[in-house]
């Protein structure tokens, strides 16, 4: 490009980038199979430096919409990054002359361009903002064809400023927005001259002038008000709004004349006015006379407009509103400023206070009827409008401010700049300070919080017969109701639970009174007092109690999606009051019969509603409603009736959980209900024998399962035959009879039972056990299920499982089930059992953990030492489990020192862990990292039983003669491949230099090691590992094995010598070595 006479000039253009350029471009939206290489192509010819003549060419000689956006759109990445042309000085002043070709079109060609126009303001001195503002609002003023432009600018400048794409610092982005500021009054005239060029043009305005509101908020002293943590807690006002220039706006007089004749205004323009009128609320959160008269012509536009809209709007009654109508785009604009307004009506009328006028009172009488009329609209959108509203008031009585929206201005835009000037405010506002604004505020808002939680009880019913409710969406209502439960719980704060209840109780007693039964208003009360729950105190009132007297005499429906509404209603309220029944007996007795006798055995016959998953989340939450009663009241189930009361109600139970009609996943949290009634019995025999009932029940099923399989296992040749890849649900149903009863107790020795009777049942049906698992090995969730379930029983049965004769063929099984498809899960449950009985201290329980351990760690460890980790067959997670399982047997001194002494599999395993612990960080360090962390945990076990300092305040012999073999293992003992020591050396090294390349710091595999080193240098290795370091490094690769000298290697142990009493320091010592190498690899690789 060449520049004469201060135009920009381009040299001949290159006619074949162009040409291509346009190729790719059509390519891009007509060659669909290319797309992703047309796509490549643009973003590289993007990022060239032969761009910039193309572009020109591109928007000066095409017509074609498609290629000048695209043009368009390249200069406005570029102008945003920074990126000009080398040899233009004002590069704005040429984009204004592409602007001038684009002012009749295309739109969005016209939009990119006034973006780039800003961005190259941007970019620009300070010192010429203002110059360039006035400029450009000159030029664009001079035709009439100028003012979509103009009005884009208006738009564009406010949002430009706040767009991160904008490499600008803040700094920059802040002095230009307020240099904008100065020009306040140029771009508000502006703005009014231009809305009277055309119906286009005023609706283009009003969103403008909205935009530059939203700028107002970058004034440095609007800033210094919100960041202000005094007393006034970030009150803000707009200059604007004190000088008056807001209110007294033509602009803003109109958008309220015209939302308040929105009836018959043209909704495009309506939505304009919204627009504006929203952002003005926005420009003060004070109540002085200035902002009050800006913020009640707001509330008089939305009263006037709802006075004209809320008629037709109430005419359909309780019909649901057809979405795509006019009257709810209509109202869905007014519904917006509604929703906004809730924290401005706050502060008015808490500022009123006791010196309300009437005329005042009647301002806010009005907007309150409009507020709940839009709660009660059979409409979710439109309802949810007056839900913000409500919302928005509780929200400022909770935190004295209300929610504030984030500072787009700030350096740091994570945290909103009010919030944290309000919880300054809190933290300098005592509590009592706190707790007497609210006692003070509460009288001036609870006649307005009590007619909110009526129009809430009118908001939350279901259509009568909601299929026959051509516009009604459950889930969409569903989503709807949990808003208006948020609101009845913060309701609680104003008016106080026990008044809400009671006004409930006031409607349910109409509801009984009146015939033909209205379900939806009987479910609307229950939802409405499960919103009071939480801050209700059970059992003190009256209201909750009767109605749980009544759910089971209700005339529930049959048919129909009432049937299924109104028993989820039942359900919700069990579960939101399973507290109160734990602690009332007799209305515990009535709800259980109810539930196992009727409630959850009519769902299942019920018909399936419009929705699917109705009939699933009614059947969900019922189930979730019987376990929650059960757990919550076990104890008084147990001991109601002289332990009658709990046979009935577990047996009911038991039949729903052999109903295949239900759900897998409902029928499970059913055996956990079970298992926490058994779980509270005194006498372990009815224990036993319930439990064994329950488990013969759940195997009835599993027999018919495991009558048509082949007499001998598939083993690692079985496939899975499900649909769905999934274990066959009787199957997982019986395991999860088998452990349910998991957390029973302690007894004491003089009371101990000879036999624990879980573990009794499961000896008992342990046959049936090892013939489902051997023959389903390949179903994963089955077999983590049993793990899982073999864990608790052995753990809460600790005591009692050294002396079970199926302890030792439960662990085989499992060893055999990992051999036939290895899962990382069976390592899991054989560490779980090291952790339980290694403590015990019994020498036959020691031989069969180290035995289990050998049998799960030496297959693993012998084919990663064969083979690459690749090859293997097992997963990364197999082999880091397998190792995790090995260090905590190792950690265990009793275990270790039968490991070292007697176990044929040690040695081996020692020798292939450090054969291959370098290999795994050379093939894949990222995928491996944690089996070569746990492969060091256990090379550091095996090296800390070999230091004195280990066992140096404990004298027992079996310490010492651990030591000593210990030590013999490392660097005495013949393994397999040499002797230990020199060759676990060599192999951290070389470890070391293999993880070089991913980050020394990253991860745990650099620090893993350099634990393990420093325990060879604390022990007694320490000679030998400083002898042979030094040659340890020169063995290394080049050019790492030349990066130190003999000088250098010697200082290197020495300092790591000294430094082995602080591992802080030793492990960032090892780091520092790392880091070394991988600079020198760095070198090589980029000089090689």
């Known amino acids: 490009p060449l520049i004469s006479r201060g135009r920009l000039h381009f040299a001949p253009p290159g006619l074949v980038m162009a040409a291509q350029v346009v190729g790719h471009i059509h390519g891009l939206h007509r060659d669909f199979a290319n797309a992703q290489a047309h796509s490549k192509w643009l973003e590289h010819f993007q990022q060239s430096p032969e761009a910039w003549s193309v572009l020109h060419e591109l928007l000066v000689g095409s017509q074609e919409e498609v290629v000048v956006y695209f043009a368009a759109h390249t200069l406005v990445t570029k102008l945003q990054a920074g990126h000009f042309p080398n040899s233009v000085a004002n590069f704005g002043q040429e984009v204004m002359r592409y602007l001038v070709q684009f002012w009749g079109g295309p739109p969005a060609v016209r939009r990119q361009l006034v973006v780039a126009l800003v961005d190259s303001a941007l970019w620009r001195p300070v010192s010429e903002d203002a110059q360039w503002l006035t400029e450009?609002?000159?030029?664009?003023?001079?035709?009439?064809?100028?003012?979509?432009?103009?009005?884009?600018?208006?738009?564009?400048?406010?949002?430009?400023?706040?767009?991160?794409?904008?490499?600008?610092?803040?700094?920059?982005?802040?002095?230009?927005?307020?240099?904008?500021?100065?020009?306040?009054?140029?771009?508000?005239?502006?703005?009014?001259?231009?809305?009277?060029?055309?119906?286009?043009?005023?609706?283009?305005?009003?969103?403008?002038?909205?935009?530059?509101?939203?700028?107002?908020?970058?004034?440095?002293?609007?800033?210094?008000?919100?960041?202000?943590?005094?007393?006034?807690?970030?009150?803000?006002?707009?200059?604007?709004?004190?000088?008056?220039?807001?209110?007294?706006?033509?602009?803003?007089?109109?958008?309220?004349?015209?939302?308040?004749?929105?009836?018959?205004?043209?909704?495009?323009?309506?939505?304009?006015?919204?627009?504006?009128?929203?952002e003005m609320l926005l420009l003060s959160n004070e109540t002085h006379p200035q902002a009050r008269a800006l913020h009640l012509l707001v509330v008089q536009a939305v009263v006037a407009g709802g006075r004209q809209l809320v008629p037709p709007l109430q005419a359909n009654g309780d019909t649901w509103l057809q979405p795509d109508s006019e009257l709810v785009a209509r109202a869905s604009v007014l519904g917006r400023l509604v929703g906004e307004l809730g924290g401005t009506f706050a502060r008015l009328v808490l500022a009123e206070g006791a010196a309300q006028t009437q005329e005042m009172s009647g301002h806010f009488n009005d907007l309150c009827e409009v507020a709940l009329v839009f709660c009660s609209l059979r409409h979710t959108d439109l309802a949810k409008c007056g839900l913000d509203f409500w919302y928005s008031v509780l929200a400022l009585h909770s935190d004295g401010i209300g929610a504030q929206e984030e500072d787009p201005f700030d350096e740091d835009a994570s945290t909103p700049v009010l919030l944290r000037g309000a919880v300054d405010g809190w933290q300098a506002r005592c509590a009592e300070g706190e707790k007497l604004r609210k006692a003070t505020e509460r009288p001036f808002l609870v006649p307005y919080i009590q007619k909110m939680v009526k129009a809430h009880c009118r908001a939350v019913r279901y259509p009568a017969e909601p299929e026959r409710e051509e516009h009604f969406e459950w889930d969409e209502f569903v989503r709807f109701r949990e808003l208006c439960s948020v609101n009845i719980t913060e309701a609680c704060v104003v008016v106080g639970p026990s008044w809400i209840i009671e006004h409930i109780g006031t409607l349910l007693e109409d509801i009984c009174s009146r015939q033909p039964f209205a379900w939806q208003d009987m479910d609307a009360c229950v939802f409405m007092l499960t919103g009071v729950a939480s801050r209700a105190a059970a059992g003190q009132d009256a209201v909750i109690?009767?109605?749980?007297?009544?759910?089971?005499?209700?005339?529930?429906?049959?048919?129909?999606?009432?049937?299924?509404?109104?028993?989820?209603?039942?359900?919700?309220?069990?579960?939101?009051?399973?507290?109160?029944?734990?602690?009332?007996?007799?209305?515990?007795?009535?709800?259980?019969?109810?539930?196992?006798?009727?409630?959850?055995?009519?769902?299942p016959s019920l018909q399936q509603a419009p929705d699917p998953d109705a009939k699933k989340y009614c059947e969900a939450i019922a189930c979730d409603a019987l376990k929650m009663v059960m757990t919550a009241a076990r104890k008084g189930i147990v001991a109601a009736e002289d332990g009658k009361l709990w046979k009935e109600v577990v047996t009911a139970v038991i039949a729903l959980v052999a109903d295949p009609r239900y759900n897998v996943d409902c029928r499970a949290q059913l055996v956990f209900g079970i298992g926490q009634v058994l779980s509270v019995l005194e006498n372990w025999n009815e224990l036993e024998q319930m439990l064994g009932i329950f488990c013969s029940r759940m195997q009835e099923p599993v027999n018919r399962i495991l009558d048509t399989l082949p007499a001998e296992p598939l083993g690692s040749r079985a496939s899975k035959t499900t649909r769905d890849g999934k274990a066959p649900l009787e199957l997982k149903l019986y395991v999860a009879a088998l452990s349910s009863v998991y957390n029973i107790p302690n007894r004491c020795e003089a009371e101990r039972?000879?036999?624990?009777?879980?573990?009794?049942?499961?000896?008992?049906?342990?046959?049936?056990?090892?013939?489902?698992?051997?023959?389903?090995t390949?179903?994963?969730?089955?077999?983590?299920?049993?793990?899982?379930?073999?864990?608790?029983?052995?753990?809460?049965?600790?005591?009692?499982?050294?002396?079970?004769?199926?302890?030792?063929?439960?662990?085989?099984?499992?060893?055999?089930?990992?051999?036939?498809?290895?899962?990382?899960?069976?390592?899991?449950?054989?560490?779980?059992?090291?952790?339980?009985?290694?403590?015990?201290g019994s020498d036959e329980l020691d031989t069969v953990l180290v035995d289990l351990t050998g049998l799960f760690i030496a297959p693993v460890a012998r084919r990663l030492a064969t083979s690459s980790a690749a090859e293997t067959s097992l997963t990364p997670q197999i082999h880091a489990a397998?190792?995790?399982?090995?260090?905590?047997?190792?950690?265990?001194?009793?275990?270790?020192?039968?490991?070292?002494?007697?176990?044929?599999?040690?040695?081996?395993?020692?020798?292939?862990?450090?054969?291959?612990?370098?290999?795994?960080?050379?093939?894949?360090?990222?995928?491996?990292?944690?089996?070569?962390?746990?492969?060091?945990?256990?090379?550091?076990?095996?090296?800390l039983w070999g230091s004195s300092e280990t066992s140096k305040n404990d004298p027992a012999p079996e310490l010492k003669d651990l030591q000593m073999?210990?030590?013999?293992?490392?660097?005495?003992?013949?393994?397999?491949?040499?002797?230990?020591?020199?060759?676990?050396?060599?192999?951290?090294?070389?470890?070391?230099?293999?993880?070089?390349?991913?980050?020394?710091?990253?991860?745990?595999?650099?620090?893993?090691?350099?634990?393990?080193?420093?325990?060879?240098?604390?022990?007694?290795?320490?000679?030998?590992?400083?002898?042979?370091?030094?040659?340890?490094?020169?063995?290394?690769?080049?050019?790492?094995?030349?990066?130190?000298?003999?000088?250098?290697?010697?200082?290197?142990?020495?300092?790591l010598k000294m430094e082995k009493a602080d591992i802080r320091r030793f492990v960032r010592t090892i780091i520092t070595v790392v880091e070394q190498f991988a600079v020198v690899l760095k070198k090589t690789q980029f000089s090689g």
């Open 753 to 776: 039972p000879d036999h624990h009777p879980v573990l009794a049942v499961v000896e008992r049906h342990y046959a049936t056990i090892e013939k489902v698992c051997i023959h389903h």
């Open 136 to 278: 450009s609002v000159r030029q664009l003023s001079e035709r009439a064809e100028g003012v979509p432009c103009l009005l884009e600018l208006f738009t564009a400048i406010p949002e430009e400023c706040v767009n991160r794409k904008v490499l600008v610092d803040f700094q920059r982005r802040l002095s230009f927005a307020s240099s904008m500021l100065q020009h306040n009054s140029l771009v508000l005239d502006t703005l009014w001259k231009a809305s009277q060029t055309n119906a286009a043009c005023a609706v283009a305005a009003l969103h403008s002038c909205a935009r530059w509101m939203r700028l107002q908020h970058a004034s440095p002293a609007l800033r210094a008000q919100k960041r202000a943590s005094g007393s006034g807690g970030g009150v803000y006002t707009s200059e604007l709004v004190r000088n008056g220039v807001a209110h007294d706006n033509p602009l803003v007089q109109q958008a309220a004349q015209q939302i308040g004749n929105i009836g018959v205004a043209s909704i495009e323009l309506c939505r304009g006015c919204a627009d504006l009128l929203s």
């Open 778 to 840: 390949q179903y994963e969730d089955l077999m983590e299920q049993v793990c899982l379930a073999f864990s608790y029983i052995l753990g809460f049965a600790r005591e009692y499982v050294p002396d079970s004769p199926i302890f030792v063929p439960m662990m085989k099984l499992m060893a055999r089930c990992c051999e036939q498809h290895p899962q990382p899960f069976y390592m899991g449950l054989v560490r779980g059992v090291v952790g339980f009985f290694a403590p015990a």
């Open 545 to 603: 109690p009767k109605l749980i007297e009544l759910l089971p005499s209700l005339p529930y429906p049959t048919e129909g999606f009432k049937a299924l509404l109104l028993r989820c209603a039942a359900s919700r309220l069990v579960l939101f009051t399973s507290g109160y029944l734990a602690l009332n007996q007799e209305p515990c007795k009535r709800i259980l019969q109810f539930l196992t006798l009727h409630h959850l055995p009519a769902i």
């Open 965 to 1055: 073999m210990a030590q013999a293992l490392m660097a005495e003992k013949q393994i397999p491949r040499g002797i230990a020591l020199p060759r676990l050396l060599r192999a951290l090294t070389w470890l070391l230099a293999a993880a070089a390349p991913n980050g020394a710091s990253k991860g745990e595999v650099v620090p893993g090691a350099a634990e393990v080193i420093r325990a060879l240098f604390t022990g007694p290795f320490e000679y030998q590992v400083s002898s042979q370091f030094p040659a340890v490094l020169r063995e290394l690769p080049q050019p790492l094995g030349g990066l130190f000298n003999e000088v250098e290697q010697q200082r290197l142990v020495q300092q």
């Open 882 to 943: 397998a190792y995790e399982m090995l260090a905590e047997t190792i950690r265990h001194w009793n275990l270790a020192l039968l490991a070292f002494r007697s176990a044929q599999w040690l040695p081996e395993t020692l020798s292939d862990t450090i054969e291959v612990l370098p290999r795994l960080a050379e093939e894949n360090q990222a995928v491996h990292e944690k089996t070569i962390g746990s492969m060091l945990r256990f090379l550091r076990n095996v090296l």
